[in-house]
């Protein structure tokens, strides 16, 4: 009897067959599941078409693939939350990206020199006490 729900056959099957890889971008958050295949691309259940009609964010999103030359190879199941459209676009290309380097550690040199495996680390400043905004301030008047 399995003691939580990861252990379920479900969550083993795709721990035990696939490569995994995490993409954050801003507010968003991807994980990434790969597994050698025809090229088939899930996103929370949805096919890549339907989750992003734009043709730009889904050739963004193909990028590491096409970097190594291996679209078509793999079929990619993930999850992507947070954020905005571009956002979670930017966290599936990392993320993708990543697990490609787990499948196999000798294409880290493509991807690192087509730039997929830098992390975008910028993200919404916060605001300050005092401060109309992140950095705005109050109009100052001397009388």
Do not use: C, H, W
């Amino acid at each position: 009897m399995p003691r939580s729900n990861l252990e379920s056959s479900r969550y083993l099957d795709v721990a035990a067959t696939n490569f995994y890889g995490t993409g954050r971008r801003k507010t968003s958050v991807a994980r990434v599941f790969l597994k050698p295949g025809s090229g088939e691309i899930v996103i929370r259940g949805t096919s890549l078409e339907k989750r992003f009609p734009s043709e730009a964010v889904r050739t963004r999103i193909k990028a590491p693939l096409e970097a190594i030359e291996a679209t078509g190879k793999f079929d990619i199941l993930a999850t992507a939350k947070g954020g905005g459209v571009t956002g979670q676009a930017d966290a599936l290309r990392l993320g993708i990206a990543r697990a490609l380097v787990a499948f196999d550690a000798e294409l880290r040199p493509a991807l690192k020199k087509a730039g997929m495996l830098t992390r975008d680390a910028r993200i919404k400043e916060r605001k300050k006490y005092g401060l109309a905004g992140a950095r705005k301030r109050f109009q100052f008047s001397k009388r």
